[in-house]
């Protein structure tokens, strides 16, 4: 386990492979990080998310033991959840959308078929980013990431997703604008895609805040700068006189986020990883 992550993850993560290995020992044979903490953020608020992959499809035992983990981790550490979703190898040779139905958990609930997070961003992260706390190394697992799908995927979502929130902050703007978490929310999240679609790079929240301010017109800046200040010192000060100039400001964001944004251009898929590698038992 990477010795720079936050003790609470560790001990997290520590939790989770002790209480499931306990129950189905030959269970697990990889557990990756993927979101914030691959990008070095971590705040008070932040969620751990996870890859994690299994011997084989679970049955009924495998099924209890998974839940029974998650719970005992939901009990153990409240403050953070654990969210993600739990493959076999074979899922991460091919496009997330050809991946099943699968063991998921996500804000306190676990799942036994779904697919949170099964995208290709995830994909991407964890090629790229992913943070191995038992298994082998992410990049010799032969994940299936593909650009043009990435692009593709994250084109679509802005469309439909941030597309149906900016139709409802036209109306409710003034809501938005006295929650920090929905200030937060829509400015990084929207950012990020348009990041991606404009760099063809992915990026953390905070840095799509960073990329507002470095590269965006100047009249985003206060939004952006509020945004981060919610996200990463929420205990500051605003620095907004009034909600209704803060809601105002993201209603306007979003709305111009999704009609701006570039199309994704076609090119050549990248590699996928190198070949994986017979699967092996856990290691720490």
Known sequence: ????????????????????????EDLLVGLYLRGSLCWGEFFESSDV????????RPGVHDLQALESAHTQIWFEFPEHDFDGHHV??????????????????????????????????????LSQRGI??????????????????????????LDR???RTAKE????????????????????????LHHLLATGELTSKSGAGRYI????????????????????RPDEPSTYRSHSQRGKDVRD??????????APSSSSPEPVSPSPEPVEGTHG
């Open 1 to 24: 386990m990477d010795d720079e992550l936050p003790e609470v993850v560790r001990q997290i993560c520590a939790s989770f492979t002790h209480a499931l290995n306990n129950t189905s």
């Open 49 to 56: 998310d996870f890859t994690a992959v299994l011997s084989r």
């Open 88 to 125: 076999v190898l074979e899922d991460l040779h091919h496009p997330p959308a050809d991946c099943p139905h699968v063991p998921c958990a996500h804000a306190g609930t676990f799942t036994a078929a779904g697919l949170q997070d099964v995208n290709p961003v995830s994909w991407a992260e």
């Open 132 to 157: 191995r706390v038992t298994g082998r190394d992410p990049q010799r697992l032969g994940i299936a990431h593909d650009q043009d799908r990435l692009l593709a995927y994250s084109r679509k979502n």
């Open 161 to 163: 997703y941030w597309g």
């Open 169 to 192: 902050l036209k109306l409710g703007w003034m809501l938005a604008g006295r929650r920090d978490d929905a200030i937060a929310w829509c400015t990084l999240g929207v950012a990020r």
């Open 213 to 232: 301010l470095d590269e965006l017109d100047e009249r985003w800046h206060p939004l952006a700068a509020e945004a981060l200040r919610i996200r990463e």
């Open 253 to 262: 964001f979003v709305a111009w986020c999704v009609s701006s944004s570039p």
